[in-house]
């Protein structure tokens, strides 16, 4: 299939274009995954199962949610000053 093909089924809406794709190799540029290895003091660890219980989740999402959000948080703005 052209990609103007390809193209016209994906515009015209009407039609699931996930057939004509081939997934395998797909991926997230910027989303590959990389192990870190981190040592917590116990504390920490208690009071990170104490909080990732609470909300229901694993220790590791709530580690890289927290993480992932002071990182946006020390984002340089694009904003110029005025």
Known sequence: MKAKDL???FDDG???INPYLDLSKAFR??????RVNVDFPVWMIE???QESSRLGV????LIKVW???RLEA???S???IT
């Open 74 to 76: 020390r984002k340089p």
């Open 47 to 49: 009071r990170m199962d």
């Open 7 to 9: 193209d016209k089924i």
């Open 14 to 16: 009407e039609v699931d």
């Open 58 to 61: 694993p220790r590791q999402s």
């Open 29 to 34: 540029p910027g989303q590959e995954l990389r």
């Open 78 to 80: 694009n904003n110029p």
């Open 67 to 69: 993480i992932a959000e």
